[in-house]
């Protein structure tokens, strides 16, 4: 599908309610947060993205906001057991969402049955909380074959979405890398696109591709610029 | 102290001795962590730095290798539980240092409380195993007020070395850090420098400012440059 045609059917809101607002640069204060809460609540974005800190802070202060979580970001460097207990603790605290880096070392190890212990040991934690696990596999340090393996494991872990990069270690989402994880997901997963995501065109052109989230840093600006769009159409 | 003294009251042995062997990027294969095992046994490197999935790999395959793992890697997103939890498990293991990165965003956001409990956290599982514990503050990150008062909080919560940076948030090792570090630890703890460290002349020059270690994924190349300053001089 022409991403144009989401132009005619979408609205600001329901493109804002697709977009992760994201806010995990590694020097963020406290000012930091308070603005993308702000942002957050001013355009209905679909969750608020945050380090653990972060999400528990954000938590305690401001309740109508629907944190998510980052857990193993953004190398995947952690243990299955660690990760759980991270995610029970973020999840008791109130996290509605876990973002988690799939332990990229297992993974190009060969390793999947470790690699799927990690996400399963997550998913498992969330299921009682009814919370959404979505995974990054990193698109951007895997070739076609080794997406296609991770999006299988993604889903055979019973994780809610696959999401394509951190945005930290280069990676960029791809309608290519959106188009190839959804054919191997179908309906058993969702696919969020996340990585150097910028622009309204480029978001429109990878929910058209099959992206269900968009991750990024700049909600605010791609909503703003769909707005122009839209009125330019 | 003028680093070129260094070319002669070191030599090769005991310049390796003072390198961390770091083989940390996240598209690592098997075939990386051997090579990366082979080099730290000819170099007699200090220890070879991997992530905790190597790590564990690297302590059943190699029994004479003295591991570092990793932990809050690169960006200091855990919570006390969970980077205890991960220690744990790695120390059982028989990993016999741990380098951590503090908890960033709870340091930008003022909350000393919280980086320092993470810290201890870490300290004490290491303590019953005679391990190290390495904290990484990020110097790039913060300002020198910041440096003194990381530098405070991961000596007060007993660790062993103030570490300047991961090498993954564009932060380098300076000699101005490390002789800022060195005069707010004294004989309390020591220091690892690290962060773009690619040549002997710029190890040798922070090793004159103060540092005890040098973390480096070109160790080797140090190491053989070293020798060549040594030829030469």
Redesign the interface.
């Known amino acids: 599908m022409d991403w144009r045609l989401l132009l005619e059917l979408l609205d600001e809101r329901s493109l804002a309610s697709m977009i992760d607002h994201t806010m995990?640069k590694?020097?963020?204060?406290?000012e930091d947060l308070e603005r993308a809460v702000e942002e957050y609540r001013r355009y209905g974005f679909a969750c608020l993205a945050l380090?653990?800190?972060?999400a528990?802070?954000a938590l305690k202060r401001f309740r109508d906001v629907r944190i998510c979580a980052?857990?193993a970001?953004?190398?995947?460097?952690?243990?299955p057991?660690?990760?759980s207990?991270?995610a029970r603790?973020l999840l008791e605290a109130g996290v509605a969402e876990l973002d988690m880096v799939m332990?990229?070392?297992?993974f190009?190890?060969?390793?999947y049955a470790?690699v799927k212990e990690g996400i399963r040991a997550v998913v498992e934690e969330a299921k009682s909380f009814g919370a959404l696990v979505k995974v990054i596999i990193?698109t951007g340090?895997l070739n076609d074959e080794e997406k296609i393996k991770a999006s299988q494991i993604v889903v055979d872990a019973g994780a809610h979405f696959v999401k394509t990069c951190t945005g930290?270690?280069g990676g960029r989402a791809t309608i290519h890398d959106v188009a190839l994880i959804k054919s191997v997901v179908g309906d058993r997963a969702k696919v969020k696109a996340s990585g150097g995501i910028r622009h309204a065109e480029d978001a429109l052109a990878l929910i058209s591709a099959g992206a269900d989230r968009i991750g990024t840093s700049t909600g605010p600006r791609i909503v703003e610029e769909f707005r122009e769009l839209v009125k330019g159409r």
């Open positions: 995990l590694p020097s963020a204060t406290l380090s653990p800190y972060h528990l802070v980052v857990i970001f953004p190398m995947g460097f952690s243990s057991r660690a990760s207990m991270l603790e332990d990229l070392h297992a190009k190890a060969g390793d470790r990193e340090l930290f270690l």
